[in-house]
Nanobody, 119 residues
């Protein structure tokens, strides 16, 4: 079983930056896609950014130009670089790994990491 652990969240001022990490206990490249989601209090979970087949990327309109999803093979980790942060970015951020249909593990979620943007 490949497990995912998010880290890097915290308190940051508006306009600041954070880098979130999604680290795998096994090879993260078992997944065909990794997606960052976020959920703010009282809000539905929303997709933030995805990396598909370790090359193609997709971003929510609200974060385009500010967030970047990337991977580091040596660290077995997917990152979410978050720049120009706004208070509305405050949420719990989760990473999800999507497996191939024939993979018995199935899709996998991390535990989440809190991001708070406030002055």
């Amino acid at each position: 079983q490949v497990q995912l652990v998010e880290s890097g969240g915290g308190l940051v001022q508006p306009g600041g930056s954070l880098r979130l990490s999604c680290a795998a206990s096994g090879s993260i490249f078992r997944f065909i896609a990794v997606t960052w989601y976020r959920q703010a209090p009282g809000q539905e979970r929303e997709l933030v950014a995805s990396i598909i087949r370790w090359s193609d990327t997709n971003y929510a309109d609200s974060v385009k130009g500010r967030f970047t999803i990337s991977r580091d093979t040596a660290q077995n980790t997917v990152y979410l670089q978050m720049n120009s942060l706004k208070p509305e970015d405050t949420a719990v951020y989760y990473c999800n790994g999507r497996t191939a249909r024939t993979d018995p593990q199935g899709d996998t979620w991390g535990q989440g990491t809190q991001v708070t943007v406030s002055s």
